[in-house]
């Protein structure tokens, strides 16, 4: 298989939570187009077994090769920390997960050495952020919780600055992070729905530690590694003089197994609207 | 196809949930042998679209068919609502939902006449409670809401009566069904997990209406209907003399889409343990 600078960007999820990656994507990196594959019909990921979620993943980034895309970024936190030594095995372009661009921001925030790791169940119980937040400082110390009423809040929309539930849950979650960890002074939101909570946390945290917390934001420093790793292959897109071409409708193209509730929440992630949808079968 | 009293009962559901109507089967028919069907690798149905609702519960049907059963219940409510059109037509065997039951109960129960539904999103989008309800009894007034987040809370296990988030959550999705009908004196609880949010669900209600609410598990009604049809048609096992046929390993078989989660959340629906699990593919 021939790579090629021209060719599209692939992105999968569990769902539209990814859109947040799709969205730091387009800021990033302006001349590139983009595939976004969001398993709508089978989200959420992070509730199920390995081995589930590992099928999961193999069927969505083959229906990416068959697009015909340069790279493949495995957006959903779960499916990284749980399929991407698999896919980068079995794929034939290069694959970048969530987990380790988040670790290595992570590392670089943290001053005391201890940081915490919020995510779902199945990216928690994988272990995938402490094995690869100790490969870059061995010394760190990490606390991590699952969090998994934090998707379904999010998905209900409660995740305004004033939003009683979504602090009663931020509290509760958070709190159990405070007793594991007093010291810490950096946070990875670990699931792409998280970003959307920001305000909550950062409200929340500010509440329980007496010292600043630094949250990270692992769509932010995926798109990083994305331009990197690009750039290091010789496969980064000159950038178009076509002013037309940096329209969204030129720029995306969205696929989802399942259309519903996928427009509306879906631009709460993508920050406008989405446009045309594919449904397709994996 | 040849029925036969002695032939198992299939049930199904989009994930644990059904085994609360498996509790009550268990109870209403002492005789009966169950093969339970929990979709665990697509879990929840609730927030899906129709098309692939109605997919997944033709896969989750043939598979009880191909295991020989004599009636097939379909114990999630959404897939009740959506599906079971397309289910008692193509299906070779008697299909019993979850919406017929739950609306026969609901009827027999209100004085005021004005009836609650809470359910899943497609639950409540497909109105099939209401007409339902309805055909039984015209002038009834309806009143429904759609409530995403009480699956996800009776997940996490935060459903205990002291539980302030089940608490808060309760309070705004009872409080907007109190403002759709504050003369409401019934109310259904259309999806399986709820009724492990009954006493939340009972002090919350105590609250808002000045008068008593009738809270309708579907899972009771469901059993009742399944014992009213299998005498019916003939099909009734006999009650069978030798106690070793009574042991939970000999009335049971639990067949799973995938196994996370299962053995401990399952228990709280079944109220006991469940045994050996089966996992399979659909």
Not at 96 to 104: D, F, N, S
Not at 164 to 174: E, Q
Not at 222 to 239: P, T, Y
Not at 258 to 265: G, Q
Request: proline share 6%.
């Amino acid at each position: 298989m021939k790579l090629h600078p021209d060719l599209p960007i692939g992105v999968f999820d569990s769902g539209v939570g990814g859109l947040t990656v799709v969205r730091a994507l387009l800021e990033e990196l302006p001349a590139e187009q983009l595939i976004y594959l969001g398993d709508t019909a089978r989200v959420p990921y992070g509730t199920r077994s390995p081995q589930t979620v590992i099928r999961y993943s193999r069927n969505a980034a083959r229906f990416l090769l068959s697009r015909g895309v340069k790279m493949i970024l495995v957006a959903c936190n779960t499916a990284s920390a749980t399929a991407l030594p698999v896919l980068l095995q079995e794929l034939p372009t290069p694959v970048l997960g969530a987990v380790e661009p988040g670790a290595h921001a992570a590392v670089a925030a943290t001053r005391s050495g201890t940081i915490g790791v919020i995510g779902t169940l199945a990216t928690i119980r994988s272990g995938a952020y402490a094995a690869a937040l100790a490969a870059r400082r061995p010394d760190v110390k990490v606390a991590a919780v699952a969090c998994p009423l934090f998707v379904p809040l999010v998905e209900e929309g409660w995740f305004g600055d004033e939003e009683p539930v979504a602090d009663l849950v931020a509290r509760r979650y958070l709190g159990e992070l405070h007793r594991q960890a007093p010291d810490l002074d950096t946070l990875v939101l670990g699931c792409t729905h998280y970003p959307l909570l920001r305000r909550v946390l950062a409200r929340v945290a500010a509440d329980l530690w007496p010292h600043p917390v630094c949250l990270v934001d692992s769509a932010e420093a995926m798109a990083r590694a994305a331009r990197a790793e690009l750039e290091r292959l010789g496969l980064l897109r000159a950038v178009q003089k076509d002013p037309g071409r940096r329209r969204l409708v030129d720029r995306l193209r969205c696929f989802v197994t399942d259309e519903a509730r996928v427009l509306d929440i879906g631009a709460r992630f993508l920050g406008r609207d989405l446009g045309a949808l594919e449904t397709v079968d994996l």
